[in-house]
């Protein structure tokens, strides 16, 4: 009775540390699917109309830094992920299109030296709530690149930074600089 629960401690564990080894998906170019891209911070947002898509760009702190800096080309280490959800309208108030299913998410990782026949970047795409790879074999990359060609003068890259108006400071008195006590 030990040796056959031991046996089958030692199958689950096998199987969990399987798993665990596997690690996130892979996409055909051998790019993964990179953990915690949710937690970046969001250069813009954007629609495609063709595809009925809601995006949300992220980058990594790299990137957030270039953008913000206005720095082209994007320097080595700059990450960007590109969120996509299907639209719905919101059935109380149906003039408004919200994220609905999640669609895929999209990455394009700069490394110059590595990447030098795309414009030095790598292409990778995860579809569905699997993030199942997309593509047959690591040549999927030229069909993103050539999307990315009309935007050669921009590194390569569609999105520019959303701004914010900064928040002016108002004042009661002259000299006042302290902020309003609301927004």
């Known amino acids: 009775m030990i040796r056959v629960l031991l046996y089958g401690l030692f199958l689950a564990l096998s199987v969990i540390s399987f798993a665990y080894a596997s690690g996130p998906p892979v996409a ?11 937690d970046w911070q969001v ?3 954007s629609y495609r109309s063709d595809k009925g898509h809601i995006r949300l760009v992220l980058g990594n702190p790299t990137a957030i830094r270039a953008f913000r800096e206005g720095k082209r080309p994007f320097p080595d280490g700059t990450i960007l992920a590109k969120v996509a959800w299907n639209v719905a ?3 109380k108030f149906p003039v408004a299109e919200v994220p609905a299913t999640f669609a895929q998410v999209e990455f394009m990782i700069k490394d110059s030296g590595k990447y030098k026949k795309t414009g030095g970047w790598g292409f990778a795409r995860f579809v569905g709530e699997n993030f199942t790879p997309y593509g047959k074999d690591a040549g999927f990359v030229q069909e993103c690149f050539g999307c990315h060609t009309p935007v050669a003068g921009n590194d390569f890259v569609f999105t520019h930074w ?5 928040l ?3 004042s009661a008195k002259p000299g006042n600089t302290s902020p309003p006590s609301t927004y």
């Open 28 to 38: 055909p170019n051998g790019i993964a699917l990179i953990e915690g891209f949710r």
């Open 43 to 45: 250069i813009a947002p």
């Open 89 to 91: 309208k919101l059935p």
């Open 162 to 166: 959303a701004g914010v108006p900064k």
């Open 168 to 170: 002016v400071q108002h």
